[in-house]
């Protein structure tokens, strides 16, 4: 069984020279607690503080880019009237959403209905917290990063049951039980695939996971296998987070809006916002288990080239990754049919299950054999 | 009688096998893809116009129906010769062709051709039936007035023969006698001279000259 060096990580860290040095708010927080509270507790509220506004910065900044990319998709140009080429058009949307009446439908369960929206925006917020954008840059470093990921991603389809069990309509209700059959079947093929990383890093660390593509990134150092893990999780996560084509949860021309169809003003926006920032998180954790995170693009010997692209910080590199993911995101929006129930429970249950199994299985043999680049 | 049922096979639909299915479903994606991604990269696709800022340069489709007009040559002759057809086709009554005897040569004659925009729908069946080109669609659609009367158009420039006619005539000086001068807003509901209530005068002259200009245009 096991023996020294059966992992590849534990080969690979050992050959490279460690120049990456993790660091995170929580670490500055537990060093902080040796002389006092009061300095931990600052690191935490920082920590807080930094989510809570990158969170409404980046909601802004990709419903503006979204919304420009559609336009041009379409032969149209988006916004262009509030300041220059409508720049400004989220920030205004965004006080018309804050000034706006939060109207609760009678008869409505109303403390779900206000707690629903709440929920969906704290799953977003937690797993926002683990995620790595570079080196230095990370709010916690959770040494079981890859579960909590998936454990915490589940908060948010928990907000729009609710959302639309206690809107008290049947439209909201019928898109909620679509969302919780979607995460449901959706969430077992992401996790195979999430599955296959992790025995090919052998750390369930967000940042060893990272730390394990020094020599490069799984998606090609894993022939084959890397690039059908990562189809099959970017197609399950784009189902689990609800987007075109698989929002058959929002369904606007079945269900109105689905879930959120009673819902207006601050509450809209926290379900609308929580959308946006899922894109986000799961381009930045596709981005970290197969492109590298913020690891440069290396290739395992070539010493001069890896110099070369270390020239960028990572936190560039991590940028570019997950704006590209965004972006792929956005084109599959504009350009695919939604998809019926019964082909969306086809296309998981028949298709990439089998084949996320098969994949998984092919992984542990690879890493069994060690039959990857760079071992 | 015996009744014969003829029998009708359903088609029957051919399934690749699982992996021929999926690089289909692919590569129709792909191709779906590719298109998005040519509209995004080709900004000259697209067809947005941004209307108040581009009012100078913007230049509508040939096929857009906003104003009907009365085609006028360079002498300012038309063609129309008070047929009624268009008048007889309009569907909801927007055409009125009020014709005269010439009084020198007592032939029918346009007297004045009156088109009232209120009520038209745009149909386009008035320039289709005429037999002589004489009607055209034009593309000036701000069409937003201060009041209802200045939708009565008079779309001809003068009461008096056709063109086939007046050309006829040798002498210039003849021809112009022929031509009686008719307003734009001359119509039934007259406005000549007259102001409007919250309108001041330059105002309509400045509107009766942009009204002119694009007819002529």
Redesign the interface.
Known sequence: MPGPGFWPNEQVIGEIDMNWEIKTVAMFASEALREGYLGAAGYIILGVVAIAGFLAVLGMVLIYAERKVAGHFQCRLGPMRVGWHGVLQTVADTIKLFLKEDIVPFQADKVLHILAPLFTLLGTLLVLAVVPFSPGMQVADVNIGVVYVTAVGGFGVLGILLGGWSSNNKWSLVGAMRAGAQIISYEVSATLALLVVVLFSGSLKLSDIILSQEQGWWIWRAPVVGLVGFVIFFIASTAEINRTPFDLPEGESELTAGFHTEYSGMRFAFFFLAEFINMFIISAIAATLYLGGWMPFHIGGLDGFNAVMDLLPPGAWFAGKTSFLIFVLMWFRWTFPRLRVDQLMRLEWKILLPIGFVNLIAAAFMVMFGWYYGN | MEIKFKTLVAPEIKRGC?MGN?FNALGS?WK??K???Y??TH?S????Q?YPENRETLKMMDRFRAQLTMAHDENGHHTCTACGICDQNCPNGSINVVDRKNPITGKKELDRYIWRMDSCTFCNICVQVCPFGTLEMKGNFEASVYDRRLFVYTLNKYAGPDQKNLLKIENLDDRKKQMESRDIFGGPVPLSGQSIAGLEAGVFDQLRKTEEAATNG
């Open positions: 699982l999926m994606l779906g893809m298109i998005t991604i509209y995004l900004p696709t697209v067809v947005t941004q």
